[in-house]
């Protein structure tokens, strides 16, 4: 794994921090826990590396970590030469390395349903190409052919991602008017996506449009991605934005300063409840107690019509030292107990829409969730 320092944080163009990008050769993906004054990009090369990116963090952000982890299975798969007597059996064998290396990858982190879409959306690729393959009377390494098959399908993944972030942003703007003020909480922006954010995008087009939306951001205890990343962004972007403590949402709601939440999510059941980074759910909570819509942005690819409710949803418990030792320097006394769940759940009560790709989703969710699929 190869490290290179591109240059410090100051004068970097939005659009260059990029979270992840195929070089034609490995993949390189930046490193998301040295931001905000650093800006290191990885040389990913192997499988077991985006595991273990995904695993650290390095990589966040639902639809990030579903490219990654697609980038990944072609890494994993591309030096594999598989054995067999004729090139049906090598192509059978290609497959269950193909499956091997998704289900290596889909241990890393068990709450981003995007990591199991997209692991799953190239499994599906392979088998219906294999038949297709199969019944084919044209020449050439099929092998080879169906390497190239996921990359493609990586490629076409982060490509798609970037519309669909587009789109949302563009649902999202037409609840907001110029000169509102909007909270939002972690990161859900160009740096846990492809390009826009799902929570950030409409910021960026307010901003093409000359509006000036007014940005509050959550730090997002224990490792401040808001602080890091989002603050970093939409700075970096010339946006409007006002860093804030966890705790004092509730006071900037108070004085009238916010008209709107909007955050992103891992996770959405097929009830609409929905799992997002910790803290969320105390957010909805204010929002309604203050008369302030709470909005979700997401990609379809993050609505889970398979978990009933969000008491289903799997919560990651992340280390203690997230906690204990924050950056390093110890603030708890040792032996202290922890709990650090890394996300929460919030009821679907507490959530006006939901805004996708597709269009602005309001309740009942488990009647109109369905018909987005239909």
Same mark, same amino acid.
């Given at each position: 794994?190869?490290?290179?320092? !591109?240059?410090?944080?100051?004068?970097?163009?939005?659009?260059e921090?990029?979270?992840?990008?195929?070089?034609? *050769?490995?993949? *390189?993906?930046?490193?998301?826990?040295?931001?905000?004054?650093?800006?290191?990009?990885?040389?990913?090369n192997?499988?077991?590396?985006?595991?273990?990116?995904?695993?650290?963090?390095?990589?966040?952000?639902?639809?990030?970590?579903?490219?990654?982890?697609?980038? /990944?299975?072609?890494?994993?798969?591309r030096?594999?030469?598989?054995?067999?007597?004729?090139?049906?059996?090598?192509?059978?064998?290609?497959e269950?390395?193909?499956?091997e290396?998704?289900?290596?990858?889909?241990?890393?982190?068990?709450?981003?349903?995007n !990591?199991?879409?997209?692991?799953?959306?190239?499994?599906?690729?392979?088998?219906?190409?294999?038949?297709?393959?199969?019944?084919?009377?044209?020449?050439?390494?099929?092998?080879? $052919?169906?390497? $190239?098959?996921?990359l493609?399908?990586a490629?076409?993944?982060?490509?798609?991602?970037?519309?669909?972030?587009?789109?949302?942003?563009?649902?999202?703007l037409?609840l907001?008017?110029?000169?509102?003020?909007?909270?939002?909480?972690?990161?859900a922006?160009?740096l846990? @996506?492809?390009?826009?954010?799902?929570?950030?995008?409409?910021?960026?087009?307010a901003?093409?449009?000359?509006?000036? !939306?007014?940005? #509050?951001?959550?730090?997002?205890?224990?490792?401040?991605?808001g602080?890091?990343?989002t603050? #970093?962004?939409?700075?970096?972007?010339?946006?409007?934005?006002?860093l804030?403590?966890?705790?004092?949402?509730?006071?900037v709601?108070?004085?009238?300063?916010?008209?709107?939440?909007?955050?992103?999510?891992?996770?959405v059941?097929a009830?609409?409840?929905v799992?997002?980074?910790i803290?969320?759910?105390?957010?909805?909570v !204010?929002?309604?107690?203050?008369?302030?819509?709470?909005?979700?942005?997401?990609?379809?690819?993050?609505?889970?019509?398979?978990?009933?409710? /969000?008491?289903?949803?799997?919560?990651?418990?992340?280390?203690?030292?997230?906690? @204990?030792e924050? #950056?390093?320097?110890?603030?708890?006394?040792?032996?202290?107990?922890? #709990?650090?769940?890394?996300?929460?759940?919030?009821?679907?009560?507490?959530v @006006?829409?939901?805004?996708?790709?597709k269009?602005?989703?309001?309740?009942?969710?488990?009647?109109?969730?369905?018909?987005?699929?239909?």
């Amino acid at each position: 794994m190869n490290r290179t320092n !591109l240059s410090d944080a100051a004068g970097q163009e939005p659009r260059e921090l990029a979270s992840l990008r195929w070089t034609g *050769e490995h993949l *390189e993906m930046l490193d998301q826990r040295l931001l905000p004054e650093q800006i290191v990009f990885l040389s990913l090369n192997e499988a077991e590396e985006v595991w273990e990116a995904i695993f650290s963090m390095k990589v966040r952000g639902a639809p990030a970590i579903g490219i990654a982890a697609a980038y /990944g299975v072609y890494l994993g798969i591309r030096g594999y030469e598989p054995a067999g007597d004729s090139e049906r059996e090598r192509l059978h064998n290609l497959e269950l390395k193909i499956n091997e290396v998704a289900d290596r990858l889909a241990t890393s982190r068990p709450t981003a349903v995007n !990591l199991f879409w997209a692991l799953d959306r190239i499994r599906s690729r392979t088998v219906e190409w294999t038949a297709a393959s199969s019944a084919s009377t044209e020449d050439g390494d099929r092998v080879e $052919q169906l390497k $190239q098959l996921v990359l493609k399908e990586a490629h076409d993944i982060q490509a798609e991602d970037e519309t669909t972030c587009r789109l949302i942003g563009e649902h999202a703007l037409s609840l907001f008017e110029d000169g509102m003020g909007v909270l939002t909480h972690c990161n859900a922006g160009g740096l846990a @996506t492809a390009r826009y954010g799902t929570a950030l995008a409409p910021f960026y087009l307010a901003k093409a449009q000359g509006w000036n !939306l007014k940005v #509050f951001a959550d730090e997002t205890r224990p490792v401040l991605q808001g602080a890091r990343l989002t603050a #970093f962004e939409l700075q970096q972007a010339g946006i409007d934005v006002t860093l804030i403590c966890d705790n004092m949402a509730a006071m900037v709601m108070s004085k009238g300063w916010v008209q709107a939440v909007i955050v992103g999510t891992d996770r959405v059941a097929a009830n609409g409840d929905v799992a997002n980074k910790i803290g969320t759910y105390g957010l909805a909570v !204010l929002a309604k107690a203050h008369n302030i819509p709470f909005y979700v942005a997401c990609p379809l690819s993050t609505i889970d019509m398979n978990t009933p409710t /969000g008491d289903l949803i799997p919560i990651e418990e992340r280390h203690e030292r997230e906690v @204990t030792e924050g #950056f390093g320097r110890r603030t708890a006394p040792q032996g202290i107990k922890v #709990f650090n769940p890394a996300f929460d759940v919030t009821p679907n009560e507490y959530v @006006t829409a939901i805004i996708t790709e597709k269009g602005i989703i309001r309740p009942s969710y488990q009647e109109n969730l369905p018909k987005l699929f239909g």
